[in-house]
């Protein structure tokens, strides 16, 4: 007779004997119709049953709870009201013993059940491992909730931001009043955290640059206006042309191989400073003209190149008011954060080389990335010592649409992203890079090669 | 979504309270768990539960049909075989449309245009679901030790469970079926959780995950590997240490804080790493390093192919190809295909000369302190020379690691004394001895509910400290 579903058990399997049988065909009713039968209908009474155990463990739950409300009531209000509680001290120190005194070796902690296994340590039942976790997070938010509490404010705008900033507000009003986050402070400094990475420096003369941050961009020193800027004189070894790279998520996966063509020219000292998830939206979450003007500051830049925008389509708040991606009033703000971010580059004498956000296999961020390409360009043309440079064409295929895989040099297709169609694989950046060290050949009226 | 978020940490919770509170109701935990399972998977894209659910129903229909033919006394041998092998067929089907279409066509592509003539396969890239090879692999475990008759099938609810169990779901450890389906049928004690094991392996993980590895990566390794060209030979050095460190720290920590979930909620998976950088050989190596992975291979791989059962060239090539599959598992890349061959050759070259010594009718050479630390840096040398190749962009990038490590000399600004101590204390804490751990667990196990909340949000406070802003990304999830 053929099991159910519901009868099968486990057991040890016994070696069985073949009697030498060849016939290929499985025996007869067996197939995927057979199988989803005995599914379906092994489902079907598991789902019965699941009715009738979820109505029982729902009333167990209620009248246990009942049951505990009891005990707890008459456990405290009992002594009080017979007049046997014993004084406030005694009672403090009763609590105190009762949850902070470790455990005594060996003893179960008044439970009938012995609780510590063959290693000896002590087991907990699941609701004193519920309370341990709940009591972990509340010590550890004490602690962190203004750092919290700063992360929730910088994150995307919506229902999720509000709802953490409702509890986090009043938890870091206290954690500050109580001088708990002042732990955290204090370590951040120590460990001279200030939210910016390591900025990596390549080339001829990369070496006598002096690591260490200047300082917070918000106590930027002024700079010198530049009205015209003057001509690149053709860079040798001695005097390197001073590049630096800056970018988000997809500056990183392009900057690495793009400083090292630069580098592998030997005219040229190429600083990378890219951060993943930023952009120019959210200075709340990472300041990025206050880092480029550290850098120029720092590297004495003489050319940056610009790639980023990919986390840019969101919602931000610009003077108090919250502007929904998509608006024209948003389109107004993020273009004027982006002439911005071009008059602090050329400000110090440095051109600009903005390379424009590539197509996207996701047809809604390819079309978000077309429209910043067109106020990036707009932008660009608009401010003098800006080139703006499409790397639309060096990864779109023939009709101008994303192509994740394109022929190399020796006419062998490789990819060129990254399998999440947004980022760029080291083969793409390896393209990128050869194309816009050619587009700064051209706007500069440079020949950088080996 | 990634264990080290504030997302998971509210989801256990719920799945924790869940999990206990119905663990009397043994169906209703069951389609609870497949429920908070599911959910956990879908949170990166709602498609791949999709694949989940039939890759779930291949094994369970397949180890049915194989039961089927073997209570059929007469149709026995040739049926269970051919079920068996259209299963695991239609399962690595899958595996290898999601993961390696995109290498094979490009690379038959370019065959062909070497060769001068046309496409032969369209070029896509299809999305690579997360944990897919994970949870492929203990499907296909499943099927055969039914095969093989060691568990019988379980019913469809209890399959869905094992494979989608979302503490291993997305990074193993592979558990074989003979290991959890037992635990899933079997009374759990609510009032003996190991709590403390369970908080240091979560501890320790999300320091070893969030710190350890965050930081080699962007002190070192990611800028090196991404400019090698630009970089002199002591950096490299410590660039490929700090992988070496840096993959350690990210996937045990991983594999740590999954294990420890896992022993939350009453079930003990098995471990998947045993200090690999204090191995002696490669062969031991691949007994301590991703333990449930070299199992696998050996048990439903090398095994299958004849093992070391025929001759030497046999039992060579046998290791060879189970290397090299063993690297092409972690990705659809040529790099990871020299990996695993770096692998199967040291295998193989060491297994020759303690068989030549051992014809030889020599003894083997006695354990002397130095002989061991020999062993254990040599090993330790010849797997980072694999991690080169593992962490590489390509061949070629590989080439120029190895080159101008040998070459180019000079100072090296990125070896800080930060970045010294934190390779050499991550590669020192693989000999700690196992007795101290265990006394700070009895220690910390007899402290009371409040105290241990206490201290864990202490140790929650210096991992969030020391480690960077956002989500480091994790090496394994999308293996």
């Known amino acids: 007779m053929t099991k159910s579903l519901a009868e099968m058990e486990y057991r040890a399997a016994e070696p069985d004997v073949a009697d030498g049988a060849s016939e290929v065909a499985l025996p007869r009713g067996v197939g995927l119709r057979w199988v989803a039968r005995e599914a ?37 209000l009992g002594p009080w009201w017979q007049g046997a509680s014993p004084s406030p001290s005694r009672r403090l120190a009763q609590v105190l013993r009762r949850h902070l005194a470790p455990l005594p070796t060996g003893v179960a902690d008044g439970s009938p059940v012995p609780e510590h296994g063959a290693t000896g340590r002590h087991r907990l039942r699941w609701r004193q491992g519920l309370a341990v976790g709940v009591c972990a997070f509340a010590v550890w938010l004490l602690f962190d909730a203004p750092t919290l509490m700063h992360s929730a404010e910088a994150s995307p705008l919506g229902a999720r931001r509000s709802a953490a900033l409702v509890i986090l507000r009043p938890l870091s009003r206290v954690s500050e009043d109580i001088g708990l986050s002042h732990l955290v402070g204090t370590a951040d400094r120590v460990l001279g ?137 948003w389109s107004a703000a993020y273009a004027r954060r982006v002439g911005q971010f071009m ?10 080389l903005w390379v424009g956000m590539p ?26 010592g800006v080139t703006y440079f499409s790397s639309w064409s060096v990864f779109s295929d023939q009709h101008g649409d994303f192509a994740q895989f394109l022929p190399d040099a020796s006419g062998n297709e490789v990819a060129v992203r990254e399998p999440d169609g947004t980022h760029v694989s080291p083969d793409g950046a390896a393209r990128l890079s050869q194309s816009v060290i050619d587009a700064m050949d051209r706007a500069w009226g440079l020949y950088l090669r080996p | 979504m990634l264990f080290p978020t ?180 079997r009374h759990r004690d609510p009032r003996r959780i190991d709590f403390s094991r369970a908080a240091w392996l979560i501890a320790a993980g999300l320091f070893k995950k969030v710190v350890v590895s965050s930081y080699v990566a962007s002190a070192i390794v990611d800028p090196v590997f991404s400019a090698p060209r630009q970089h002199t030979a002591l950096e490299i050095l410590f660039a490929v240490y700090g992988y070496a460190v840096q993959i350690y720290a990210d996937f045990s920590g991983y594999t ?81 295909v020299a990996w695993g061959a770096i692998h199967g050759a040291g295998q193989v070259v060491g297994h020759e000369r303690r068989r030549r010594r051992s014809e030889a009718g020599r003894a083997p050479l006695p354990d002397g302190r130095w002989r061991i630390i020999g062993q254990r840096v040599g090993t330790f040398h010849l797997v980072c020379l694999g991690w080169v190749f593992f962490r590489a962009d390509s061949l070629r990038s590989a080439g120029v690691l190895l080159e101008r490590l040998v070459m180019s000399w000079g100072r090296a600004p990125l070896v800080t ?63």
């Open chain 1, 40 to 76: 379906v209908a092994g489902l079907g009474g598991e789902l019965r049953l699941v009715r009738r155990d979820l109505g029982l463990a729902l009333g167990r739950l209620v009248a246990s709870a009942r049951g505990r409300v009891r005990v707890m009531v008459a456990g405290e």
């Open chain 1, 193 to 329: 955290r200030d939210g910016r990475g390591v900025v990596q420096v390549v080339g001829p003369a990369a070496r006598a640059a002096a690591p260490g941050r200047q300082g917070s961009g918000l106590h930027r020193s002024s700079l010198p206006a530049s009205d015209t800027l003057a001509p690149l004189a053709a860079p040798t070894a001695a005097a390197p042309l001073r590049v630096l790279s800056v970018g988000d998520s997809l500056g990183v996966d392009f900057g690495g191989p793009f400083v090292d063509a630069l580098a592998a020219t030997g005219v040229v000292n190429a600083a990378l400073d890219a951060h993943i998830d930023t952009g120019l939206s959210r200075p709340d979450y990472f300041d990025w003209p206050g880092e480029l003007h550290d850098d120029l500051v720092r590297y004495q830049s003489q050319a940056v190149v610009v790639f980023l925008g990919a986390n840019d389509p969101q919602n931000f708040v610009d003077g108090g008011q919250a502007l929904a991606y998509g608006t024209p009033a």
């Open chain 1, 343 to 352: 008059e602090e580059a050329t400000s110090t004498g440095a051109r600009v």
């Open chain 1, 359 to 384: 197509p996207m296999a996701d047809p809604a961020l390819d079309a978000k990335m077309e429209a910043l390409d067109n106020i990036y360009q707009s932008e660009a043309g608009a401010h003098p």
């Open chain 2, 6 to 185: 504030i997302d998971f940490a509210i989801f256990f919770a719920v799945a924790f309270t869940a999990n206990w509170a119905l663990h009397p109701y043994r169906r209703l935990w069951k389609l609870a768990m497949i429920a908070a399972s599911y959910v956990f998977y879908s949170w990166w894209d709602w498609r791949f539960v999709v694949l989940l659910g039939a890759v779930t129903l291949v094994a369970h229909g397949g180890a049915l049909i194989i039961d089927r033919a073997h209570q059929d006394r007469a149709h026995q041998d040739r049926a269970r075989r051919w079920a068996l092998a259209g299963s695991v067929a239609t399962l690595l089907g899958l595996l290898a449309w999601f993961k390696y279409y995109g290498f094979l066509a490009v690379n038959l592509d370019n065959l062909s245009h070497s060769l001068g003539s046309g496409r032969l396969l369209p070029l896509l890239e299809v999305t690579l679901p997360v944990g897919i090879s994970f949870f492929t692999f203990m499907a296909v475990s499943y099927l055969v030790d039914v095969y093989r008759r060691r568990i019988d099938p379980a019913p469809l609810v209890d399959v869905a469970v094992y494979l989608s169990f979302f503490p291993h779901l997305v990074a193993g450890p592979i558990v074989r079926g003979e290991e959890l389906l037992p635990q899933i049928q």
């Open chain 2, 256 to 336: 740590d804080i999954a294990i420890g979930c896992a022993l939350l909620l009453g079930f003990r998976f098995p471990d998947n790493f045993d200090a690999p950088y204090t191995a002696r050989s490669l062969q031991d190596f691949w007994r301590r390093w991703h333990i449930t992975l070299s199992r696998w291979l050996r048990d439903y791989l090398y095994i299958p192919l004849g093992g070391n059962t025929g001759s030497r060239w046999a039992t060579a090539r046998n290791v060879v190809i189970t290397m090299v599959l063993g690297g092409l598992w972690h990705g659809a890349a040529w790099t990871f």
């Open chain 2, 417 to 479: 004394p930060l970045v010294v101590m934190t390779i050499a204390g991550a590669v020192a804490a693989q000999y700690l001895p196992p007795k101290a751990i265990e006394r700070a667990q009895f220690t910390f196990s007899r402290q009371r509910v409040l105290v241990q909340g206490a201290i864990l949000g202490l140790t929650l406070l210096v991992v969030t400290t020391l480690g960077p802003q956002g989500v480091a990304p994790f090496i394994y999830y999308r293996f």
